[in-house]
């Protein structure tokens, strides 16, 4: 069940991550693996990095893993450029 929930929320994420980066956008398996990937990161950075939460629950792990998947989205764009 829990695997389900990584899935719903990194597809979420990824989505929203999308729609803010226009152009984004990697389709659904894309937007999923890129929202898992950007929970990820924006776990590490808030735990450990920055050392707060932004909130329990699944609201605050969508709004986490957005972050995270909009600087992931941001940095591809760069390397894709370069």
Known sequence: MEF???LIV???AGWLAGVVVKGGGFGLIGDIIVGILG?????????HVLNFSIGGGIIGQII?????AIILLLVI???KRA
């Open 4 to 6: 389900i929930i990584y």
């Open 10 to 12: 990194g597809g979420i």
């Open 39 to 47: 929970g990820l990161i924006a776990g590490w950075l808030c735990a």
């Open 64 to 68: 986490t893993s957005a972050i995270g």
């Open 77 to 79: 764009r760069l390397v």
